[in-house]
């Protein structure tokens, strides 16, 4: 007698648990967790672009004024040059020599900035890129935040009625056999298991006949050995 008002307890209790689960599994809360994610990702993937750009225009920054700075020099030789005419034919290999090695590394200067700039419009059009699909994704997420707001604010006024109903079931039940039900509850649910044939039909371990007797006898609450679960007998 006892155990059938837990029994009945037990599934609206079960009955609760199941559409809360229900609730944190909802399609519209996984796209949402998907979408904000997916959001997140890219504000990182913008910020090591936007890292990777600042490096790199110091360093284009750094190559200009040095290329600047060696034009610079080499219009110094070439005046030079111009206006003193070298003295013998060793004085003008030197400066030949001197007006090669500068033009040299001007023409390295100038490919590396070509490259960098490449890579500059590359990350720029990334950067255009990322932009876009995350507007894109943030106007879903906020559409489906709508949704699932409302969505969530209806199941929830649901769930509490559910958990109201079986705050009244548990009124009928023994605060003793009640206690006993929740801390079964802690490590296994759900917390009571009907007698077939013999079985516990929680973890299908067949009882020993000194258990079915006391379950019979119905002196005492008897838990199955295995599972730890509340036996119940329906009555078979
Ligand atoms: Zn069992």
Not at 4 to 24: G, H, I, P, S
Not at 93 to 118: H, I, P, S
Not at 140 to 161: P, S, W
Request: aromatic share 6%.
């Amino acid at each position: 007698m006892q155990l059938d008002t837990l029994w009945n307890f037990m599934q609206v209790d079960m009955e609760a648990d199941k559409f809360e689960a229900k609730m944190r599994q909802s399609e519209n809360r996984q796209k949402l967790i998907k979408a904000r994610d997916f959001l997140k990702d890219q504000q990182a993937n913008m910020k090591k672009l936007e890292n990777d750009v600042a490096v790199m225009q110091d360093r284009l920054e750094a190559v200009e004024d040095e290329a600047a700075r060696l034009e610079k020099v080499l219009d110094g030789l070439t005046e030079e040059f111009n206006n003193n005419v070298p003295a013998n034919a060793e004085d003008a290999q030197k400066q030949a020599d001197a007006v090669q090695k500068l033009l040299d590394t001007l023409q390295r200067y100038e490919a590396e900035l070509t490259k960098m700039r490449k890579d500059a419009d590359t990350k720029d059009r990334q950067q255009k890129e990322i932009r876009v699909r995350a507007a894109k994704t943030k106007i879903e997420f906020d559409q489906l935040k709508l949704e699932y707001d409302k969505e969530f604010k209806a199941d929830t006024a649901k769930l509490q009625e559910m958990r109201a109903n079986t705050e009244q079931e548990a009124k009928k039940v023994d605060m003793a056999l009640l206690a006993k039900y929740r801390s079964i509850k802690q490590h296994c649910t759900p917390p009571m298991a009907r007698l077939v044939n013999g079985q516990c039909s929680g973890c299908f371990m067949s009882l020993p006949s000194a258990t079915l007797l006391d379950i019979r006898n119905g002196d005492r609450i008897v838990e199955c050995d295995n599972c730890g679960r509340i036996l119940y007998d329906a009555g078979e």
